[in-house]
Structure formats: C-alpha cells, structure tokens
C-alpha cells in the first residue's frame, strides 16, 4: 500500500510518475509503474494510495476500512448514471444496466440495489437527494457512470465535492467506482472528488475507484464487465481484482493507455467487497 499525501496543497510525501497515456492528454499521474515499471498490464502487486496529508486523516481512513469491513449492509448497492448525452448518442443508463448485470444474484435482488438515473427524475436536485439519501442509509458500493471533472459528477452538477463534504453517513462508510473523466486526479492544488470522498472524516468512502485523466465511456463499460467478474469472487482483494482486470482487458481488448495507466485506487487496495464467511 502506497501512502501518500499533500505536505501542501501542491507538494506530494511520496512522489507519482506522470505516464503517457492518450492522444488527448499525453502524460496523467500514475502509481501503476510503481507495480509495472514496464507495462501497465503486467502489475506483479496491488497498489493504492492514501493521499492523507497528516496523521488525523490516516487514522480516519484507517478507522473507515475497519468500519467497512465489519458493516452489516454487505449486499447493497446504488448504481448512479448521467443523463443521456443527445450530442453523441451515448447511454449512460444502459452502461450502468450493463454493469448491473455483472453483479452476483444476491447482489441484484430489489431490497439490496438501487439506480439514480439522472434521466428518471424531473429536475437535477430531486436526483442528488435521492442520491445522497441513498448513500446515507449505507451501501457497500456506490457505482457512477458519466460525464465527470476533477470535483463532479455530471455536468449538470448532480454530485461534486460541496455534496460529499456534507454526506451524513458517519459510521456507514462505502467504496465507490466512477467510472468518468479525471476523479481521482490527486497531484491537483485542490482535492479531487475521489480524494473528498476518501479524506472526509469518519464518512464518505472508504475506497474509491477511479481515474486520473479522460477516459472512454464504452471502454470503460468493457472493463467494469471483467472488473466485476473478479471482484465478487470468494476472497478477492479489490486490489487483487484490479490487477486481473487490467491483464484481462489487455488482452482481450488491447492495449489502451488511458485504461491501464489511469485507472488507480485510492485506499488500501487489500480491502474487499465482499465480507469474509
């Protein structure tokens, strides 16, 4: 476990590499080579980081990975989409059902998953109660698909930092995946999302997935679907996942920069889904 943090809003502790990764955005911060000095789909450990820029936001994150493994919500899930992008005929929505899909059954019974589909309500802050709410009540994993920056979810602004500052779920942290454009950017002068999400103290996140520079939404779609066929294997790490997740996508998809490289953890990549029996 990789454990990092600002000694200021611009200075890292521990130092992160900037690799090339799309033709967009030539180079993104990544501790991947810390595990794969060669290729990005050979990572011989699991790897995340915990940007805590003092000893009070360890402990924090530390006491929500202990809260998270002894939960008692260990099936439930909130899956999130943006709204359908008319500009390039893209479906958030159906990408999240797709992920769905993924899940194991137990998963995907009504009483354990719920959807807030930006399209499925009548104005942007209906939505973001109902997200919130959501998250709230507890839930092992919070699943965004969507247009996102560095502190947003939409562009609509249906999630962003301000939201994840004043989540109420002490006690009741969750791992969240977002599977959009720049959230886990943590070499910024500012926090990202991700890092709001996971620094937060005694609520939020206690893992978030993420990425550190722009990505493809139907990539990313293909990734989650072999991401989420290792992840709820009996005893699989989310680092562990990562990992084959990332071989697999290689070569069954080929070798895509933004994917490999920018995808990143942060949080202890040895915490897992699903509860020890």
């Known amino acids: 476990m990789n454990i990092a943090g600002h000694a200021s809003p611009r200075e890292l502790l521990v130092p992160t590499f900037f690799v090339r990764t799309g033709g967009l955005v030539f180079h993104a911060p990544s501790d991947v080579i810390y595990a794969a000095p060669f290729e990005a789909s050979t990572v011989e450990l699991a790897i995340g980081r915990i940007p805590a820029r003092n000893e009070r936001e360890l402990v924090s994150v530390v006491d929500k990975i202990m809260q998270y493994e002894n939960r008692s919500y260990p099936t439930t899930s909130l899956f999130v989409a943006d709204a359908f992008d008319a500009g390039n005929s893209y479906d958030f929505a159906s990408d999240s059902n797709g992920m769905i899909m993924s899940l194991p059954t137990d998963w ?5 998953l719920s959807t807030v589909y930006l399209d499925d309500y009548e104005s942007v802050s209906a939505a973001k109660q109902a997200l919130i ?21 939409t562009f609509s602004g249906l ?4 939201d994840a500052t004043a989540l109420n779920n002490l006690g009741l942290p969750t791992v969240v995946a977002q599977w959009g454009c ?4 943590f070499t910024s002068g500012s926090e990202s999302l991700g890092e709001t999400l996971l620094l937060s103290e005694g609520k939020g996140a206690a893992l978030v997935l993420g990425s550190t520079t ?6 990313e779609r293909v ?6 066929e290792e992840l709820f294997k009996d005893d699989a790490t989310i680092g562990s996942s990562f990992q084959v997740a990332k071989r697999r996508y ?7 920069a933004d994917m490999l490289w920018g995808l990143t953890i ?6 897992r889904l699903l509860l020890l029996k």
């Open 108 to 112: 995907k019974q009504a009483d354990n």
């Open 133 to 153: 709410s959501k998250i709230e009540d507890g839930m092992s994993l919070v699943n965004f698909s969507g247009h996102s920056d560095f502190s947003y979810w």
């Open 159 to 162: 999630f962003n930092k301000n």
């Open 182 to 185: 720049w959230n886990n950017y």
């Open 214 to 219: 722009l990505t493809n939404a139907s990539r």
């Open 223 to 228: 990734f989650v679907s072999i991401l989420y």
């Open 250 to 256: 290689r070569t069954e998809v080929g070798n895509d």
């Open 266 to 271: 942060l949080g202890d990549p040895g915490m």
